[in-house]
């Protein structure tokens, strides 16, 4: 058999194996959610294809079986269990859904939707029944019906009854328009649907047992009616004639019919032949209604089934079973087995011993028969059978409830030593003939708990709160039945271990111990409050009867039988006795008369003899009889079986006791075998005592109401003063806090001073960073211009050395050309002698003319000067208005006079340098004049004294170029302006000044000491000056390179000293700032 679990899947198949042939079960479907916990199945119902089924799950979920394609899936999530299910017949796709909230849901199985929502009802739906044309559908609950119009989904009628009779099942019948409404009173009616006229009422039988329908089935062609309830008696009425056709005893193990379904069959017109039938034990049988032969059975007491559903073309069976899973069945499987050997598990349905039936009653027979073929329809046979045997005194005695003999269960038991524990309860309840008197139960119960049992846990503590409450229900019960169970302190030992048996149904727990108290405890209570003497005295002369050296033992210890016997009695053995020893004891006390138990009490100490003849304390033998000790249990009920049916009639306990006895039925009997006066003096001194300690605890509670009254008031004081004293330690902790807060506080104060003094000088040295990177952008920029100046001077002294070369060719050439002019000169010099006087005059004339132009020249150049100067102030003024006024600036001025002093110093020597230069020009030329004679001596010596008189406007000319030319230079350094001291560094050379002539004349000394012969034939004067003027030159060249490279030297440690200058202290910052602007 294969199982598929479904788990949370939405769809799926339903079996992965093909399944084989042969087999009833093709698979059982189960759900386990992710915590391996069993989802169970509540419902399930066919579609009219009969290929298709509906099932629900406890959990709400719905889902749709194809057996014809093997697939299932999910087609609703109500979120609640369903109590009904079917399918709309109209519409196929649609079905409904009964639900746990009294409401009924129709959805579309296709597209998942809600269709309609119906409401109305009261209680739990049990049925719904769809009419064939699928217009109507009838809800059916305990207390109403209701008709429901399928296209507007409205409630057409409703059918109301009294409470006293309640609604068992109301339902279409098929191919037609009668409704069938059947009530707990076994009454069955018929109605139109279309106008809900009473067509007619089946009649109720009047003889023979009550069944109690509560389960129903039609055949497809509505002629015949199946109906069953509480008792193995099926009723099949045909429903065109209105009468009882025949009643159907199932098997003496079907008790209760729980459900009843036709099987259809493809060849009988609808007039379906056999019959299922769902029992209380939890087995489908199917019978044929003809012959009423069992033809096959699924199902088992280990694997029950608790509903099951067939389908319309009669294919399949769908069975949910005990533990929640799903069965499909193949009913062609279940009948081809009809042909083979009857297995082991089809048990015999009944004997034909004994018959009690009526005129209409037929007994199912287990046979192996054929499938009943197709009969007529309408024609029923009834067999009328033998009139029922008669039954012999003993035979009324022996027979039990639910076809039990008491003769064969004693024959069975004595064979096995006790009953089978599965069937042990059933047992019981059919040897005790318990009347099971629901309502006088629950007048018993209705009285609430007894107050002699509401402190019941105080004496006898139980673990478990479910015993307690139903040890305690039963002893209210039992007290309330009878006055003398409220008084009596050892009921709760004797009804314990049944509560504990039948602890899932305290009725039968109730019924159980009053069958006990009634037939195993007569006589029990004529001596209360002390123990049962009589029946005492009962048991030891028995023991004296058996074992008379064990009873002298006994007396001779000075214990008596209210030591050794009445422990064993008011426990019931249970202390004694383990539980399968208990439960085999009982299963031989309930088979035997009363006075087994006696008997049971005698072969206990008898089978003890040994231990108890080495005890002698009377401290040992309680104990014995409160303990559990080591017995042979099955020994012990062999001897007492020896001891009942050896024992003489004149010391019998039977003789003294009544047979046994069961409770009537409707009402429990009255129990007064009792002394009422001492029961009713004990009840009321309980009942005195009880309001002396109502009034003992109401006066106690007084006082101790006074008590903590008076503990609540001294706490009160002692709260208050302790609260005074916390109070003040909470005020001076208050005043400590404060001066610490305070304390806090001032340091706090002191602290953001001095963040806020931190945040200024940062704000100041953010500042002065932005303004030392300011003056770094502007000394970048000064660096830039000096870079390019640098270039333009290298350009500059580039193309002076270009035209110092050109110069030097070019003296080269005049050189040449004056050694050519001079040989000319010697050759006509004695021509031009003459003119040459009037030469000199015209050219001193014309230098007379230029002396005087170069004055004009020079007062413009000192206007000019001026003009520079103011310039030049204005500039340095500018300057001055910057702020820049820092120490290490005036250490960079310092060393920036030095600087100029140097470059001062460095000018004077290229001016001698250029001077000399000049001089041997100067010498070279005034060879040529010195052929002029005297009077051109003349000349030069007054050319010489002018050139004496302009030597300070040259030298003032000079010093003006050089301010010009370090003007843009001063703002960039940001210096001062100092009256009388030289600012700017020069880079120029005397080359551009003005003041120096190439055709000055020198001093008379230079001229008289320098002067050049020009008829000198000697070449060594002339290569000397020629080479004395190149190494000038160079020398000047030379300086020039040092001098520079001094001055990026020089310009490279200021910005290396303006760097270090940003890191210097706040002290530094105040006195910067504090310099005149």
């Known amino acids: 058999m294969e199982v598929t679990d479904i788990g949370n899947k939405e769809d799926g198949k339903v079996w992965h194996r093909k399944p084989v042939p042969g087999k009833g079960v093709l698979v059982t479907v189960v759900r386990t959610t992710q915590q391996a916990k069993t989802v169970r199945f509540l419902h399930v119902t066919f579609d009219t294809t009969g290929d298709s089924f509906l099932a629900g799950d406890q959990h709400g979920n719905i889902y749709v079986f194809d057996i014809s394609r093997n697939r299932f899936r999910l087609v609703q999530k109500t979120g609640q269990a369903c109590t009904a299910l079917a399918f709309s017949l109209r519409r196929t796709t649609e079905f409904l859904v009964a639900l746990a909230d009294y409401t009924i849901k129709c959805f579309d199985k296709d597209t998942k939707q809600l269709v309609s929502w119906m409401r109305g009802h009261e209680g739990a739906v049990s049925s719904i029944s769809v009419h064939s044309s699928g217009r109507y559908a ?173 389908s319309p073309n009669g294919r399949h069976v769908v069975a949910i079973m005990d533990n929640g899973s799903i069965n499909i069945y193949s009913v062609q499987s279940l009948t081809q087995e009809l042909n083979k050997h009857p297995p082991s598990q089809v048990a015999v349905v009944s004997d034909g011993d004994s018959e009690d039936v009526s005129k209409l009653k037929v007994k199912v027979r287990s046979e192996v028969v054929q499938r009943p073929a197709k009969t007529s329809g309408r024609r029923t046979q009834m067999k009328v059978l033998r009139p029922p045997a008669v039954y012999t005194a003993e035979d009324k005695e022996n027979e039990l409830p639910d076809g039990l003999n008491k003769k064969r269960l004693v024959a069975l038991l004595k064979g096995f030593g006790e009953y089978p524990a599965k069937y042990r309860m059933f047992v019981w309840r059919s040897l005790l003939c318990l009347p099971e008197n629901h309502a006088a139960y629950s007048s018993l119960t209705d009285k609430g708990l007894h107050t002699a049992y509401l402190t019941l846990n105080d004496k006898y503590p139980i673990k478990s709160q479910k015993l307690q409450r139903g040890l305690q229900r039963v002893l209210s019960a039992l007290a309330h039945w009878s006055a003398i169970f409220g008084e009596v302190e050892y009921l709760p030992l004797v009804a314990f271990p049944f509560v504990k048996l039948f602890q899932n149904n305290p009725m039968l727990c109730f019924e159980v111990v009053a069958t006990v108290i009634v037939n195993w405890c007569q006589h029990w209570f004529e001596y209360f409050p002390n123990p049962p003497l009589n029946i005492l005295s009962m048991v030891e002369n028995v023991l004296a009867h058996y074992d008379k050296e064990l009873l002298q033992h006994l007396v001779d210890c000075g214990i008596t039988s209210q030591l050794y016997v009445w422990p064993l009695l008011e426990t019931l053995f249970s202390e004694v006795l383990t539980r399968d020893e208990w439960l085999r004891l009982f299963d031989s006390v309930f088979s035997n008369h009363p006075s087994f138990l006696l008997m049971a009490c005698v072969a206990y100490v008898t089978s003890c003899r040994e231990p108890l003849l080495l005890c002698s304390q009377k401290q040992d033998f309680e104990y014995f009889f409160h303990h559990r000790n080591n017995l042979d249990v099955a020994a012990m009920i062999k001897e007492a079986y020896r001891f009942m049916d050896s024992t003489p009639a004149d010391i019998h306990p039977k003789t003294f006791l009544s047979a046994f006895t069961p409770l009537t039925k409707g009402q429990y009997p009255v129990f007064n075998h009792y002394p009422e006066f001492i029961v009713e003096y004990q009840s009321r001194e309980r009942e005195k005592i009880r309001l002396q300690e109502m009034e003992y605890l109401r006066e106690r509670q007084e006082v101790s109401a006074l008590r903590v009254d008076f503990g609540r008031r001294q706490a009160e004081e002692e709260a208050y003063f302790t609260q005074q004293e916390q109070l003040k330690q909470a005020e001076e902790q208050r005043r400590n806090l ?340």
Not at 286 to 303: A, V
Not at 752 to 763: D, F, I, N, P, T
Not at 1011 to 1021: A, T, W, Y
């Open 738 to 1077: 404060l001066a610490q807060e305070e304390e806090k506080l001032t340091q706090q104060r002191a602290k953001l001073a001095a963040m806020k003094r931190e945040l200024k000088v940062k704000e100041l040295q953010l500042l002065d960073t932005t303004r030392r990177r300011f003056l770094q952008h502007q000394q970048d920029l000064r660096a830039n211009q000096i870079h390019g100046l640098d270039q333009e001077i290298t350009r500059k002294m580039d193309l002076r050395e270009r035209e110092t070369s050109a110069a030097v060719q070019d003296l080269e050439i005049r050189q040449m050309e004056l050694e050519a002019q001079r040989r000319r000169l010697e050759q006509h010099l004695l021509k031009e002698q003459e003119c040459m006087g009037q030469e000199i005059e015209k050219e001193v004339d014309i230098r007379m003319k230029m002396a005087d132009g170069e004055d004009e020249g020079y007062t413009e150049l000192l206007h000019t000067t001026d003009t520079n100067m103011q310039a030049l102030e204005e500039s340095l003024a500018e300057a001055c208005q910057l702020g820049l006024e820092l120490d290490w600036q005036r250490e960079v001025t310092q060393r920036l006079q030095q600087v100029d002093c140097e470059r001062e110093r460095q000018r004077d020597r290229l001016a001698e340098l250029h001077t000399q230069t000049l001089a041997e020009e100067e010498r070279l030329a005034d060879t040529v004049r010195d052929m002029a004679g005297r009077k051109w001596d003349e000349v030069m010596s007054a050319r010489a004294q002018l050139q004496e008189q302009r030597q300070p406007m040259s030298s003032t000319h000079t010093d003006g170029q050089r301010q010009e030319r370090t003007r843009p230079q001063c703002p960039s350094r940001g210096l001062p302006h100092r009256p009388g001291a030289t600012t700017a560094v020069s880079v120029g050379t005397y080359a551009a000044s003005p003041a120096v002539r190439p055709n000055s004349a020198p001093s008379p000394k230079q001229a008289g000491s320098n002067m050049v012969c020009l008829n000198s034939n000697s070449p060594s004067e002339s290569t000397s000056t020629h080479f004395s003027l190149d190494r000038g030159r160079a020398q000047l060249d030379s300086s020039e390179r040092e001098l520079l490279k001094e001055i990026r030297e020089l310009r490279r440690k200021l910005a290396a000293r303006a760097r270090g200058g940003s890191s210097a202290s706040s002290q530094s910052v105040h006195t910067l700032s504090a310099l005149p602007q």
């Open 138 to 310: 009838i809800s059916t609950s305990s207390d109403t019906a209701q008709l429901w119009d399928m296209d507007t989904f409205q409630r057409k009628r409703k059918l109301n009854i009294r409470q006293s009779v309640g609604i068992q099942r109301v339902f279409f019948l098929p191919l037609s328009n009668t409704i069938l409404s059947c009530f707990s009173d076994d009454s069955i009616f018929a109605w139109e649907s279309d106008t809900l006229f009473c067509r007619y009422q089946l009649p109720v039988p009047d003889c023979g047992p009550k069944i109690s329908y509560r389960a129903f089935a039609v055949t497809r062609d509505g002629r015949n009616l199946a109906a069953g309830g509480r008792s193995n008696l099926l009723h099949l009425w045909s429903l065109e004639s209105k009468q009882l056709v025949r009643v159907i005893q199932m098997p003496t193990q079907v008790r209760t019919v729980r459900q009843l379904e036709f099987l259809p069959d493809s060849f009988d017109g609808g007039a379906s032949q056999t019959l299922s039938v769902l029992s209380q034990d939890g087995v489908m049988r199917f019978i044929n209604i003809h012959t009423c032969k069992l033809l096959f059975h699924f199902g088992s007491h280990d694997d029950a089934i608790t509903s099951a559903a067939v």
